[in-house]
């Protein structure tokens, strides 16, 4: 059992950027894969991007890829998501999750979410 904090969502323009932050604590960290996953009101939570453990391989959405970049700090037990290029239906709660791979259920350990706007 890890616990997760997502902090760094907020309200921006089309074309701008956010970095996300999800503070992990445990001792353990750096023996876990991470993911970030989205999810609009009323929508499936959806894949967003995954990191190995040493942070050496990477895999991101088809919708995010060369915008979206995942990194980790295994020192600050923390993982990042820095978000560029935003886009409107880049809109929903971002999720932080410990697992690797593209599907939900290979997750667990999931934060509590923070909110990302992107305006017209």
């Known amino acids: 059992q890890v616990q997760l904090d997502e902090s760094g969502g907020g309200l921006v323009q089309t074309g701008g950027s956010l970095r996300l932050t999800c503070a992990a604590s445990?001792?353990?960290?750096?023996?876990?894969?991470m993911g970030w996953f989205r999810q609009a009101p009323g929508k499936e939570r959806e894949f967003v991007a995954t990191i190995t453990r040493s942070g050496g391989s990477t895999v991101y959405a088809d919708s995010v890829k060369g915008r979206f970049t995942i990194s980790r700090d295994n020192v600050k037990n923390t993982v990042y998501l820095q978000m560029n290029s935003l886009k409107p239906e880049d809109t929903a709660v971002y999720y932080c999750?410990?697992?690797?791979?593209?599907?939900?259920?290979?997750?667990?350990?999931w934060g509590q979410g923070t909110q990302v706007t992107v305006s017209s």
């Open positions: 445990g001792r353990t960290f750096s023996s876990y894969a």
């Open positions: 999750a410990r697992g690797w791979g593209t599907s939900v259920a290979a997750f667990g350990s």
